[in-house]
């Protein structure tokens, strides 16, 4: 999805296309940099070193890739990718189950990751309405603007 698809819409005053190509833009781009975001902090926690070692002498996350790597066996896959729909959320709600991290049980909270991207989504959905209000807002303001030209004539 590019942009060039949003403006050609707008100047064709195909407003409803161009509402529906900018959520689908900001929604592909929300969800990126989550995952990013999401990479990064689970990169940030994991690479600290070997601070709490597991019984087994393994730090979190090589003990965390062996288990990822098993859920991904388990589900007849090698990439995160190659799962569709619900087989993918089923795979990551398997994994959030059954993989408790240092993180988790140091302060007792299900995902203490989590919270961050929570608020996180809520400003790409703050960012979203604002950007369909934009929307709303030019398509009224062209709805004039016709209607004015239509009386001049």
Request: negative net charge; glycine residues 4%.
């Amino acid at each position: 999805m590019n942009a060039s698809k949003i403006i050609d819409a707008v100047i064709s005053e195909n407003l409803l296309d161009a509402k529906n190509y900018l959520n689908s833009l900001l929604y592909s781009r929300a969800k990126q940099a989550l995952e990013e975001k999401t990479a990064n902090v689970a990169d940030e926690t994991f690479n600290e070193g070997c601070v709490d070692c597991n019984e087994e002498g393994e730090n979190d996350k090589e003990a965390y890739q062996k288990f990822f790597k098993s859920a991904l066996k388990k589900f007849g896959v090698t990439q995160p990718d190659q799962l569709k729909g619900d087989k993918k959320k089923e795979f990551y709600n398997y994994v959030d189950k059954n993989w408790k991290s240092d993180a988790e049980k140091e302060t007792g909270k299900e995902d203490p990751v989590g919270e961050a991207t929570d608020v996180d989504i809520a400003k790409e959905k703050e960012k979203i309405a604002v950007s369909q209000e934009r929307i709303k807002d030019l398509s009224d303001r062209q709805k004039r603007e016709k209607g004015r030209e239509r009386e001049i004539k």
